[in-house]
């Protein structure tokens, strides 16, 4: 009798598995193969981390989301920053005011699925302007974090830093400038920052320190910060 108590137990367990399984959202689900096109869920963090040790899927669904990109062979041009198989940033849905921006694939993809998702619909959430441009202080840089010996995300060309934003209707959004603010502008940052969170590893902006005072610095590396 306790026998078939246990057989019991163990298919209710497995079917409850396929029913979660079957009709949870992708985004919500881990064991669903991550999509940049899909909004974001419980799951995508997750997704985006288990990237940075695929990169031939990384590559493919960045493809997949219409994102153009060229890959840099490591070319041991900077020795201080010998970098592996980098990916240079073609074309987005938006365009960036600097270039060439080189990153790894997974940073490349958490900026994607940022701009896709959390920039683009909220300019038009808050000001019903579309999103014109990116403004960023750049990728790739070989240096170590102010002040310090350590080696920034900067320098595996895993990070990059966002200075502002230009809306269509001309609107000029500068984080050095309307951090904080009760404005449009104002809200427009504190959400951006706040959803960025959930998608980087590490999400730095202006109540970090005040060498962020004028960007949000986003990584993907090992350390897990939101400030
Ligand atoms: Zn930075």
């Known amino acids: 009798m306790r026998h078939w108590r246990l057989i019991l137990l163990g298919l209710g367990?497995?079917?409850?598995?396929?029913?979660?399984?079957?009709?949870l959202p992708p985004q919500h689900n881990p064991l669903r193969p991550p999509s940049l096109i899909e909004p974001i869920g419980l799951a995508t963090y997750g997704k985006?981390?288990?990237?940075?040790y695929d990169e031939e899927l990384c590559r493919e669904k960045l493809i997949e989301a219409g994102v153009e990109f060229e890959v840099l062979r490591a070319d041991g041009a900077e020795k201080?920053?010998?970098?592996?198989e980098t990916l240079r940033l073609k074309r987005s849905l938006t365009p960036f005011n600097a270039a060439p921006l080189r990153m790894t694939c997974h940073q490349m993809a958490a900026l994607h699925i940022w701009e896709r998702h959390v920039l683009r619909p909220q300019a038009e959430k808050i000001f019903g302007s579309p999103l014109r441009q990116i403004e960023t202080y750049g990728s790739f840089s070989c240096r170590n974090i102010s002040g310090t010996r350590t080696r920034s995300q900067h320098s595996y060309a895993n990070a990059i830093d966002i200075s502002g934003f230009v809306l269509e209707d001309g609107?000029?959004?500068?984080?050095q400038r309307h951090w904080r603010e009760r404005s449009d502008a104002g809200k427009y940052l504190g959400r951006v920052h706040k959803k960025a969170c959930r998608l980087f590893s590490t999400t730095l902006g202006p109540d970090y320190?005040?060498?962020?005072?004028?960007?949000f610095h986003l990584d993907m590396g090992s350390v897990e910060t939101c400030r």
């Open 171 to 175: 609107t000029q959004i500068s984080v």
């Open 48 to 52: 985006l981390t288990a990237l940075k």
């Open 80 to 84: 201080k920053c010998p970098l592996d």
């Open 13 to 23: 367990v497995i079917a409850l598995g396929y029913l979660v399984h079957r009709f």
């Open 209 to 215: 320190d005040a060498a962020h005072a004028d960007h």
